[in-house]
């Protein structure tokens, strides 16, 4: 790991301008993903801006009946409420599925979305990545690629967002709050947050240069089933190969993400429409424009096959 130094923030936004006067400034909060990438050298911070202490850690109620999560909350306390486990449940049985409990006890809700890929090229610092290392090429394509992406996927990179939480802060149509260093604050739908690779996979979210998440708010609870379903190599501590997020009403209408199968939470609402139809019309809505490798392409009928299942539960 590389020296760097250290400072802790006291507000929101003296984080975010201490971040924007030096470009090689990265926020820490759990670290359960930053810090091993400090230690391949991945991530090379020459200084970092702790968040911990901002007050950014409560889950409160909004004027619309949602619910304001702050950024600092952490996956263990957010998957526990009783308001999340009651009136949005598939996001707390998404984070029940995502990684171990020591590591939910310290991951926060913004790092959870701000998570970097797991694409076996982008941890190998001896393979070219143009996420990595913009313009170096994409060892991906034509390498190994059971777990990469099938769909939003571009010639420059095939990698997946690997965050379970993200999935169902999509399906719940989540917005999240910003600062930036001016002070001024924005709300970006989650749909916008994560962008696709196209010929710049190095840039993965809209955030501006130290932009700083401070919450993410819920709309007011939808009602109907929800269900979240992750396929993965074995039963615990491991990615997704492909997951499904749902919020199935009691006419068969509903919203649904998927996870592992794109570079960030895939949801295609126009798809949402075939859903009444069955899980065969609406994936192949889903996967219009799919590009999948020869090593992936079962990602295709098993997300069918999972989205099946998904809505026999929901139809009790």
Known sequence: ????????????????TAAARNAEA??????????????????????LIDVNGLGLDTIEATPEGGLRIGAMVRNTALA??????????????????????QLRNRATTAGNLLQRTRCPYFYDTAQPCNK?????????????SRQLGVVGTSDSCIATHPSDMAVAMRVLDATVETVKPDASTRSIPLAGLHRLPGSTPHLETALEPGELITA???????GGRHIYRKVRDRASYAFALISVAAVIQRDGRGKVALGGVAPK???????????????????????????????????????????????????G
């Open 1 to 16: 790991m590389r020296a760097f130094t250290y400072e802790k923030a006291a507000s929101p936004a003296e984080a975010a």
């Open 26 to 47: 990265k926020f820490v909060a759990g670290g359960t993903n930053l810090l091993d990438l400090m230690k391949l050298q991945i991530e090379t911070p020459t200084h």
């Open 80 to 101: 526990a409420d009783a308001r999340v486990r009651r009136d949005y449940a598939v996001l707390s049985r998404a984070l029940l599925a995502g990684a171990s409990g």
């Open 132 to 144: 990595r290392q913009p313009g170096s090429g994409c060892s991906a394509l034509g390498g190994f």
């Open 216 to 222: 993410v708010t819920l709309p007011k609870p939808a």
């Open 265 to 315: 939470p895939w949801r295609v609402e126009a798809a949402e429409a075939e859903l009444p139809r069955g899980a065969k019309a609406a994936a192949k809505a889903m996967f219009a424009g799919a590009r999948p490798t020869d090593e992936n392409a079962f990602k295709l009928p098993l997300v069918e096959r999972t989205l099946a299942a998904v809505l026999a539960e929901a139809r």
